[in-house]
């Protein structure tokens, strides 16, 4: 079965420091890897996508992350955080097949000025 | 072009009673999942339809039920409801097809509230 273990709930960072949201998964191959934002009220708005090749993948909203098998991660990194990142970002998990996403709990981050 | 569309916004039912959601896919799109996001939870894969069949399954109980429709377009249904059942119920879609993995675009959601 698979899953996906977001061990942040909630991080505070402030504007413009970097920022890295961790997420492990578990699947029994090569899976499918997303990164979704979320704010208040509104639906899943996709950040990035690991489906293979290159490792590290840029995503919207000058967002990149790495996936690293060896670790079973897939974090979530921004260089400068903006006040308007704030929002709750789900890390989830997909396998080849059938189209079921798996999520994590999702972190919470907060930015102050 | 549209994206996912999902009617309503807001419901609110009480303990016991039926409720039917319905959600539009993105144009082209044939294949529609439905996710439940309890508060502070992530969404939670409900089941998902394709060419009218259900697909695959969640844990979720038989109160739990769907359709889809010639056009793609697809219906929730949630039986007996239950105080656990408030939540956002969030609907994507994508194209169909098994192998290889299509994005899913997620529409705004459905939010229930059981009283």
């Known amino acids: 079965a698979q899953s996906v273990t977001q061990p942040d709930i909630h991080i505070t960072v402030s504007e413009g420091a970097s920022l890295e949201l961790r997420c492990n998964y578990s699947?029994?191959?090569?899976?499918?890897l997303f990164w979704y934002v979320q704010s208040p009220g509104q639906g899943l708005q996709l950040l990035l996508k690991y489906f293979s090749g290159d490792t590290l993948v840029q995503g919207i909203k000058g967002f990149e992350a790495e996936f690293k098998r060896s670790q079973s991660s897939f974090n979530l990194r921004k260089p400068s955080v903006h006040w308007s990142d704030a929002a709750e970002y789900f890390c989830?998990?997909?396998?080849?097949?059938?189209?079921?996403?798996?999520f994590g709990t999702g972190t919470k981050l907060q930015v102050i000025p | 072009d549209a994206g996912v569309t999902q009617s309503p916004t807001h419901l609110i039912k009480t303990r016991g009673q039926q409720v039917t959601l319905r959600c539009s896919p993105k144009?082209?799109?044939?294949?529609v999942s439905w996710y439940q996001q309890a508060l502070g939870q992530g969404p939670q894969f409900i089941f998902q339809?394709?060419?009218?069949?259900?697909?695959q399954r969640g844990n979720f109980p038989d109160r739990f039920s769907g359709h889809q429709f010639p056009n793609y377009s697809s219906e929730l249904n949630v039986n007996a409801l239950l105080l656990g059942d408030s939540a956002l119920y969030l609907c994507a879609s994508s194209l169909g097809g098994q192998g290889n993995y299509n994005e899913q675009f997620f529409g705004p959601g459905t939010r229930l509230t059981v009283l």
């Open positions: 144009s082209g799109h044939d294949t």
């Open positions: 699947y029994g191959a090569t899976p499918y």
């Open positions: 339809y394709y060419e009218e069949e259900e697909r």
């Open positions: 989830a998990v997909a396998g080849r097949g059938y189209q079921k996403v798996t």
